[in-house]
């Protein structure tokens, strides 16, 4: 049964919500700096798997029967939450940051062309033009309108940063394959995420015991950007336009550079002005259609048709 354009709309706002609170990670995680990846990663989802808990107790035991799904959704679940995680950190210990967080981020646009292969849904000129723009704006978000310097020696970092970008993108659009599952379930695959950190992290790193600053910024990003922002996210990803969820992605950056900008972290400069308008006008491209629900792009303009 398909969606009606009220509730897929209801839906892509839902999903904009984790876009606005991906905003606030860089802030947050800038106040836990000095806790290792890791131990930072499993403190973060138990945070997020406690919380859902919580709530799947409010709604009684019936609720619980959530966690009960195919290995399957497990294996891809859990896969693009830590798969991800784990990616990103392989990138930044062996990349320069900025040329590992740009490669990283190539997944919003993965999500649309990756959409495309989905039943029912339709790629049309204006969700590439305007994910193509947004990329523009994040290229100089990343880059600070500076130059990017490759180096073959790095090749692991960017060939770990691609994978990242495969995962994450993959896992968004896989998630609509699996509407059924209801998503009350990331409550477990937090826990799951939670405990393959905390076993890399005795693996690898030594325990650091937060400060005060430290452990509230912990907290607000498991429930937060750790939190919440993955729940809303498989709902937007699995019933709403998953093609402008991708475009608008590239907002996150923007945002999280104005809040740390207004909070006196960062610098106001003319590359973060030029990357608010490719960003801003590439959303309003590639939400063309979402933004006229009623109408109908052209037939002969779309790309790829189911």
């Not at 019936?62 to 991800?84: A, D």
Request: proline share 4%.
């Amino acid at each position: 049964m398909t969606s009606s354009p009220s509730h897929n709309t209801r839906a892509t706002l839902i999903g904009i919500v984790a876009i606005l609170l991906w905003a606030l990670l860089a802030l947050f995680t800038t106040w836990a700096k000095g806790v290792p990846p890791f131990q930072l990663l499993a403190l973060t989802f138990f945070i997020a798997f406690v919380s859902g808990l919580i709530v799947l107790s409010t709604k009684g035991k019936k609720s619980f029967q959530s966690l009960k799904q195919k290995p399957i959704v497990w294996i891809i679940s859990v896969g693009g939450l830590f798969g991800y995680h784990l990616f990103y950190f392989i990138a930044l210990h062996n990349a320069p940051a900025i040329e590992a967080s740009l490669i990283a981020y190539l997944w919003p646009l993965l999500i649309v062309f990756f959409s495309a292969l989905l039943s029912g849904e339709r790629l049309y000129w204006f969700h590439i033009a305007g994910t193509l723009i947004g990329l523009t704006g994040a290229v100089l978000i990343v880059t600070k309108g500076q130059s990017l310097s490759w180096n073959a020696e790095h090749y692991m970092g960017y060939l770990a940063a691609i994978i990242c970008a495969l995962i994450w993108s993959g896992y968004s659009v896989l998630n609509r394959k699996f509407k059924e599952v209801p998503t009350d379930a990331v409550t477990g695959f937090c826990g799951v995420t939670a405990f393959l950190g905390l076993i890399f992290h005795l693996g690898t790193e030594t325990w650091i015991t937060p400060t005060s600053i430290q452990s509230l910024a912990i907290l607000a990003l498991g429930l937060g950007p750790v939190g919440l922002a993955f729940f809303v996210w498989d709902y937007g990803t699995k019933h709403g336009d998953i093609q402008v969820l991708g475009a608008l992605s590239y907002g996150a950056p923007l945002l999280s550079t104005l809040l740390l900008v207004a909070v006196g972290l960062a610098q106001a400069s003319w590359s973060i002005a030029i990357a608010c308008l490719l960003i801003v006008g590439g959303a309003f491209l590639a939400s063309a259609k979402m933004l006229k629900p009623n109408s109908t792009a052209p037939e002969n303009n779309t790309l790829i048709n189911e």
